[in-house]
């Protein structure tokens, strides 16, 4: 079988809100222009749109907490209105903590930037796969279950992506089965793909589009959902915290929300600057859901979902160049999300209108040069995108190690329009790149602290394995790993090290180390298959010995309301 060939003339890579936005608006504009031919569905559209997600549903995938702005939404679609968007319910009540292990402060106001006052609380899941049919009513051609596996360039500008081929053994034979790749050509290509991007990343490189930038930095997100019985929580009651379990030297917290009146959302995200190897999201949020403040709104209910993601929070002076010729990037791929507040739908939402707006002036002109597309970075900072990251531009990094200071630093930022004392531009350095060896720890880890903490009844708390199980995770095993060691011998040096961070950054036990029963050499052991595509290893190897790809499209976790 040979591989196929498709042409369109815009390209997506990620059905997210940032992807579904920019698709949206591109047919919008192209409608509104009377470039559409008829009004019934499917429209023929002037130009080709195509989406690609990975996911084998469109929602399938989505995973945020979500409160979301709905800014970007009324403007995308300004004939429907909120009442009739899939929303849980609105915020009705906002509350921030800061918990001691047993204990709580309630913060007698509302700190700035965590008010949520007019905002929504929604699964990501149902707006996506609500975008989706929106988008496939306007011509947009939608392919769940294919990834965007390569970039391809001709003479060094992007000329598309190829989804991988599936049914290959882990010795990259083809069996019975076998599907060959597809590649799809294109004039424009708009990666959408989320925190840490497979492509983003390596197109960034390629065309060093972070130069003079500081590098992208990430918290790991885990949630879950639960059913609880009627009671436990008011619809649309929103409680972020700080503190426990999350240690003064790192940067996190956690969130309740009502979603309904017998639906929670819960979950902790936290910087993945930490330098202790030993610590570990997963097990976090599992000793917060103990705290006494938190297990009451979970009592006599039963978990329904869970999942992780990465989330990069670098702002304002991580944001790479958006754009080179032939291509743009949207949301989270190039980093847009406003910190404090822990918000990037809008954000992703503006920035793929903003680059269907540039796409569709550059496919009228028929020039798709890096010139052209320059007019997309443009819009961005005329755009609400800058006016809401340009006064935090300094936040994450002034929590560099320390809540206490952070939290000083921050207040000198608010009366001083986002400067603060220092510099103009505050520094960061790679999350990796923040660990200790562990004998530096003189024992006083993460794991050694809170050993007596991580039992798990299997009721409230989970292991990994049992979390894995409600994340619906599925990848056919006998494909080649998507995860790739770059040196083996390298694992045996971080083992010495650091202890080997990858069993413990890890949410979904990808990273086993197996000691040998006869020589007890100790050596690392894959379980790709139960990957929730949080992305956090190729992030935080502190060798950055990981490369994450995606598996064959339509593998992954089942979040369907996350
Ligand atoms: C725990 C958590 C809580 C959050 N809370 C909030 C909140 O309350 N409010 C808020 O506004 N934001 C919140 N965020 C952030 C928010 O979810 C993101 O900013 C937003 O989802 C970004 O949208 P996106 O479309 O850029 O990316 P995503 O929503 O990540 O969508 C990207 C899509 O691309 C697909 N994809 C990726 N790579 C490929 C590929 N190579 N080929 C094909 N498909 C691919 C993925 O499967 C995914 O469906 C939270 C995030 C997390 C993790």
Redesign the pocket.
């Known amino acids: 079988m040979k591989k196929q060939i498709v042409e369109t003339d815009v390209l997506i ?8 936005a920019t698709a949206i608006h591109l047919a919008d504009l192209m409608m509104k222009n009377g470039e559409a031919n008829g009004d019934s569905a499917p429209i023929k559209l002037p130009y080709k749109i195509m989406l ?4 084998g549903e ?12 709905p800014i970007a939404l009324k403007e995308l679609l300004p004939d429907i209105s909120i009442s009739d968007m899939p929303f849980e319910s609105e915020v009705k009540k906002d509350e921030v903590h800061y918990l001691s292990e047993n204990g709580k402060i309630t913060f007698p106001f509302t700190p700035p930037y965590f008010g949520n006052h007019g905002n929504y609380l929604a699964s ?1 899941g149902k707006i ?1 796969k609500w975008l989706a049919a929106i988008a496939e009513k306007k011509g947009v051609q939608i392919y769940a279950g ?4 390569e970039v391809l360039y001709q003479n060094e500008k992007i000329i598309g ?1 190829r ?1 991988g081929a599936s049914g290959i053994d882990k010795h990259g034979n083809p069996m019975d089965n076998y599907q060959p790749e597809t590649d799809i050509h294109a004039k424009i290509t708009i990666f ?4 840490r ?3 983003s990343k390596t197109v960034i490189n390629k065309f060093d589009l972070a130069k003079e930038k500081n590098p992208q930095v990430y918290s790991l ?3 879950e959902v639960w059913e609880v019985p009627e009671g436990n929580i008011e619809e649309g009651y929103v409680a972020h915290s700080l503190g426990f379990p999350v240690d003064s030297k790192q940067f996190g917290g956690g ?1 309740i929300y009502g979603l309904r009146k017998n639906l929670v959302s819960i ?1 902790l ?1 936290v910087g993945l600057d930490y330098a202790d190897p030993t610590f570990d999201t997963h097990h976090a949020f599992q000793i917060y859901k103990k705290h006494p403040f938190v297990a009451k709104f979970l009592k006599g209910g039963k978990i329904v979902r869970y999942g ?4 990069p929070e670098g702002g304002y002076y991580s944001i790479p160049k958006l754009y080179a010729d032939n291509m743009m990037i ?5 980093g ?2 406003a910190m404090p ?9 503006k920035s ?1 209108m903003l680059a269907a707006q540039t796409a569709y002036a550059a496919l009228q002109n028929q020039n798709t040069s890096s010139q052209q597309l320059s007019m997309y970075e443009k819009l961005i900072n005329e755009s609400y995108v800058k006016t809401e990251l340009y006064p935090v531009r300094n936040f994450r990094q002034a929590f560099d190690g320390n809540l206490y200071t952070g939290m000083l630093k921050f207040g000198t930022q608010l009366i001083t329009g986002g400067r603060g004392f220092g510099s103009e531009k505050l520094p960061a350095k790679e999350d990796y790149k923040h660990y200790r060896p562990l004998k530096s720890f003189n024992g006083d880890t993460f794991m050694n602290k809170m050993k007596d903490e991580l039992s798990f009844d299997k009721i409230t708390t989970f292991d990994k394995e049992m979390d894995i199980y409600y994340s619906g995770t599925n990848h056919d095993e006998e494909q080649p790993s998507h995860i790739q060691i770059v040196s083996t011998e390298t694992c045996q040096t971080c083992l010495e090290e650091f202890g080997a961070p990858c069993q413990r950054f890890c949410p979904a036990d990808v990273f086993e180390i197996v000691e040998d029963t006869k020589s007890k050499k100790k050596s690392l052991t894959l379980h790709p298959s139960n990957c929730v ?1 949080c992305k956090t290893c190729d992030i935080k190897d502190p060798y950055q010995n990981v490369i994450w790809n ?1 598996p064959y ?1 339509g593998d ?1 976790p089942e979040y369907g309301t996350m």
């Open positions: 890579i990620g059905g997210g809100p940032a992807g579904f690609l997600e990975k996911g469109i929602g399938g995938h989505s995973i945020s907490g979500a409160i979301i702005n990501l996506t294919f990834n965007g596996s992506v989804s959408a793909e989320g925190s991007g497979s492509l997100g885990v949630k969130f979950g995200a992780a993601k990465t989330i949207v949301g989270d791929s190039a847009l999300v507040s822990l918000k990037g739908i809008h954000l992703g939402m793929g595509h995606t499209g992954g």
